[in-house]
């Protein structure tokens, strides 16, 4: 990978190896937390609508908190910010091990976890990646990222699930808890806010910067489908080892599956990185839902055996965060890199209330029928709508970028 010519070599690849790190950890954490939804309603006696809410609660919360965090992390740097988030987020998990009601559920796992996970938001660190390196490579570097928090997915799921098994999920929640702290030193790795050179953006303010994202309508279609992408992933994320159980398999399938999804995404982001240096990225979004309605409806159809399960881990996997780096890219590539860490972070916004869409609907139709079907069937026709939209979206840099660039 090119470097940027005002950074040195060994600070670039330091932020790189920081950002990456932080990924892994807070994305590998968090992406585990399916894993606890079986043998904590059963323990506590709670419906899996209980805990499904307290997730949801989360996600909405990692939803509004993340512009904030964004905002703050463009005007101060991102150092301080992910550090308090790092110290919410293991105080959430922390307090997840200890609650005996569903009101301090709600409150540890639902507020103060998803705010901690938003203010050390891997987007933060991706935008901080993204801001030592050059323009044509961006791509590359955010999917780099991505990748870091699929490897963290691919780690954390089978350990989780064998400390689950092996110690209880309440000593599990401890040591997941003393991980999330390892983000602050990490933190303090990351460039500060004075390392951006926009010369595009140096006389925009913050408001001015915001009112043009929301008059472009590419920026719109933009959030628009990333709500699509946050109710597959979450949907998935909680419930899917519990539809795993329900089938009669094994609870390390669905651990597995997880992890696989999480292996297979490292590979996709990869590659999604790499297809948006060469081809249009609204392009290369719009193929990622189309296919995602596809492996769904194979799901469907498919025998419910453990290897059929596992193909379509890996091929939901393959397409799983390869949005993001994309995502994040058309931000970037439209409006400049002074104030992406908030730009992004109201996309982001979207993508979280699909989250908590998907995952307290998921609880909710399971608990009032049975099972999962419609929520299979719901995420067919979004992915079909997502790829219409993003089909629909102008990637080309506003003119003040260009006009600055001459």
């Given at each position: 990978m090119t470097?940027?010519?005002?950074?040195?070599?060994?600070?670039?690849?330091?932020?790189?190896?920081?950002?990456?790190?932080?990924?892994?950890?807070?994305?590998?954490?968090?992406?585990?937390?399916?894993?606890?939804?079986?043998?904590?309603?059963?323990?506590?006696?709670?419906?899996?609508?209980?805990?499904?809410?307290?997730?949801?609660?989360?996600?909405?919360?990692?939803?509004?908190?993340?512009?904030?965090?964004?905002?703050?992390?463009?005007?101060?740097g991102p150092v301080r910010v992910i550090s308090l988030g790092a110290v919410l987020y293991a105080i959430g998990v922390y307090g997840l091990a200890v609650v005996d009601s569903s009101v301090m559920l709600y409150l540890t796992c639902g507020l103060i976890t998803g705010l901690g996970i938003a203010f050390s938001a891997f987007s933060l660190?991706?935008?901080?990646?993204?801001?030592?390196?050059?323009?044509?490579?961006?791509?590359?570097a955010l999917g780099l990222g991505t990748a870091a928090g699929s490897m963290g997915q691919v780690v954390f799921s089978p350990l989780s699930q064998a400390a689950i098994s092996e110690h209880?999920?309440?000593?599990?929640?401890?040591?997941?808890?003393?991980?999330?702290?390892?983000?602050?030193?990490?933190?303090?790795?990351?460039?500060?806010?004075?390392?951006?050179?926009?010369?595009?953006?140096?006389?925009?303010?913050?408001?001015?910067?915001?009112?043009?994202?929301f008059k472009h309508r590419g920026?719109?279609?933009?959030?628009?489908?990333?709500?699509?992408?946050?109710?597959?992933?979450?949907?998935?994320?909680?419930?899917?080892?519990?539809?795993?159980?329900?089938?009669?398999?094994?609870?390390?399938?669905?651990?597995?599956?997880?992890?696989?999804?999480?292996?297979?995404?490292?590979?996709?982001?990869?590659?999604?990185?790499?297809?948006?240096k060469r081809w249009p990225m609204k392009s290369s979004l719009t193929f990622i839902y189309a296919a995602r309605a596809v492996v769904i409806l194979g799901l469907i159809y498919a025998d419910k055996t453990p290897t059929n399960i596992?193909?379509?881990?890996?091929?939901?996997?393959?397409?799983?965060?390869?949005?993001?780096?994309?995502?994040?890219?058309?931000?970037?590539?439209?409006?400049?890199?002074?104030?992406?860490?908030?730009?992004?972070?109201?996309?982001?916004l979207s993508h979280q209330l699909g989250s908590f869409i998907g995952i307290w609907l998921g609880g909710w139709l399971y608990d009032h029928y049975g099972n999962y079907d419609a929520m299979w069937w719901l995420g067919i026709a979004l992915g079909l709508m997502s790829a219409a939209v993003h089909w629909a979206i102008d990637e080309r840099p506003l003119p003040r970028l260009s006009a600055a660039a001459a």
């Open positions: 470097l940027s010519d005002n950074s040195p070599s060994r600070r670039v690849w330091l932020v790189l190896f920081a950002g990456c790190a932080i990924a892994m950890l807070g994305f590998g954490v968090r992406s585990a937390f399916g894993l606890f939804l079986e043998p904590m309603t059963l323990d506590k006696g709670w419906s899996r609508e209980t805990f499904a809410i307290a997730l949801a609660i989360q996600n909405l919360l990692w939803g509004l908190g993340v512009p904030v965090a964004g905002a703050l992390a463009d005007k101060y660190a991706m935008a901080a990646m993204a801001k030592v390196v050059k323009a044509q490579n961006r791509a590359m209880g999920w309440q000593l599990t929640l401890f040591a997941m808890a003393g991980a999330v702290l390892l983000m602050i030193p990490l933190a303090f790795m990351l460039p500060g806010v004075d390392s951006v050179d926009d010369k595009a953006a140096e006389q925009q303010s913050l408001s001015a910067a915001i009112q043009e994202a920026y719109v279609l933009l959030t628009t489908g990333f709500f699509v992408c946050g109710f597959h992933v979450a949907f998935i994320s909680v419930h899917f080892p519990a539809y795993v159980k329900d089938l009669g398999m094994p609870a390390q399938v669905g651990a597995f599956s997880l992890s696989l999804i999480g292996l297979c995404n490292i590979a996709g982001s990869l590659l999604s990185g790499w297809a948006g596992y193909i379509f881990a890996a091929s939901m996997g393959f397409l799983w965060l390869s949005t993001v780096p994309l995502t994040t890219g058309i931000v970037a590539q439209v409006f400049g890199m002074r104030y992406l860490s908030t730009l992004f972070g109201l996309v982001f």
